[in-house]
């Protein structure tokens, strides 16, 4: 099982709150990514990071933000919840050591906008 | 729009029957990835293949990557309750970095 941890399990908000999702891993890998999914649906990428400092935007446009400071660490931010952010938001990582890597993957985070 | 489809989008078998989802990418894949993701759960790795028209097995569960390297399969024999789920085919694209592009995924139910 990978070690990679994600805060809070479930969330459940009102509109215009701000709010942090938390990602962590312990395995020293560079690479991290933030992917959306409605439940049973495809995974959409939304933000990606190759190292600290480092971060891009993924294929699906997002309002949300994420930061690497360090690289076991790769929060993304709501600024205004809406109820359109409804869904699970998944982090995962990957060692980076080239086009073979593994993406573990996290627990996800359910969030609810009402 | 999307680079990577899977047919079919639903499946529900009876156990016991075999099973089949199909991968297909617009442009040629470096690789071709596979993931589970359970009900209620988060995508788990399964396998890579990385050379053309190789085949892997994993107990019950064949996989394949074409010829050229733009298609792929995942055959389950047997189905069992527990293969309840939805599969993810994922490549890396000819052109694309070194991004991931996850597949449409495959949701399968086996009844008893």
């Known amino acids: 099982e990978a070690d990679i941890y994600q805060t809070p399990r479930y969330l459940v908000i009102g509109t215009g709150k701000k709010i942090t999702l938390e990602c962590s891993q312990t395995?020293?890998?560079?690479?991290m990514y933030w992917y959306q999914q409605d439940p049973g649906m495809e995974l959409h990428l939304i933000h990606y990071?190759?190292?600290?400092?480092?971060?891009e935007k993924g294929d699906l446009s997002s309002e949300s933000t994420v930061s690497r400071i360090r690289t076991e660490h790769f929060p993304l931010t709501l600024e205004s919840a809406r109820p359109s952010h409804t869904s699970q938001y998944l982090c995962?990582?990957?060692?980076?050591?080239?086009?073979?890597?593994?993406?573990?993957f996290g627990p996800g985070t359910r969030l609810t906008v009402l | 729009g999307q680079q990577v489809m899977q047919i079919p989008q639903y499946q529900h078998v009876q156990e016991g029957e075999d099973f089949t989802t199909y991968c297909n990418s617009s442009t040629t894949l470096s690789n071709i990835q596979w993931y589970k993701q359970r009900p209620g759960g988060h995508p788990v790795f399964l396998i890579q293949l990385v050379k053309s028209g190789e085949v892997k097995k994993q107990k019950r569960l064949t996989f394949q990557f074409g010829e050229a390297k733009k298609n792929s399969s995942l055959h389950i024999t047997a189905t069992q309750t527990t293969d309840v789920g939805t599969y993810f085919c994922a490549g890396i694209l000819t052109g694309g970095g070194n991004k991931l592009t996850f597949g449409t995924g495959t949701q399968l139910k086996v009844e008893l």
């Open positions: 995962a990582s990957t060692l980076g050591t080239g086009l073979t890597d593994t993406q573990y």
């Open positions: 990071s190759y190292g600290v400092n480092s971060t």
């Open positions: 395995m020293g890998h560079d690479k």
